[in-house]
């Protein structure tokens, strides 16, 4: 069983950069999907970026196109996820998960990953 530990995230303001990372325990599958989600209270959790980790194909949310860049690390075991030019928007606390892909195609729906990190707090300011 993988275990998910994110970390990074913090205060940063308007117009920086946010460095997230993913720290996986456990072999990563060549059949899985791994992603990012943000959530705000009171609000469904959102899809940030997703890619398969056989093959990589990331995918991105409308809102990140152009501003994110998710990796995966095999090196480090680690998932990371980098966005530019924030907005207060992005505020949100960031979480990392992973669950089996579909006829090898990876979607930014939170039902179809059944592995979480605890989350990490992002704030941007204004």
């Known amino acids: 069983q993988l275990r998910l530990v994110e970390s990074g995230g913090g205060s940063l303001p308007t117009g920086g950069s946010l460095s997230l990372s993913c720290t996986i325990y456990?072999?990563?599958?060549?059949?899985?999907?791994m992603a990012w989600f943000r959530q705000v209270p009171e609000k469904e959790r959102e899809g940030v970026a997703t890619l398969a980790t056989r093959g990589n194909f990331p995918f991105y949310a409308d809102s990140l196109v152009g501003r994110a860049t998710i990796t995966l690390d095999r090196a480090k075991n680690t998932l990371d996820l980098q966005v530019t030019k924030l907005k207060p928007d992005d505020t949100a606390m960031y979480f990392c998960?992973?669950?089996?892909?579909?006829?090898?195609?990876?979607?930014?729906?939170?039902?179809?990953?059944?592995?979480w990190g605890q989350g990490t707090q992002v704030t941007v300011s204004s």
């Open positions: 456990g072999d990563i599958p060549n059949n899985y999907c």
């Open positions: 998960a992973a669950g089996m892909w579909e006829l090898g195609i990876c979607y930014l729906s939170k039902s179809k990953y059944n592995l």
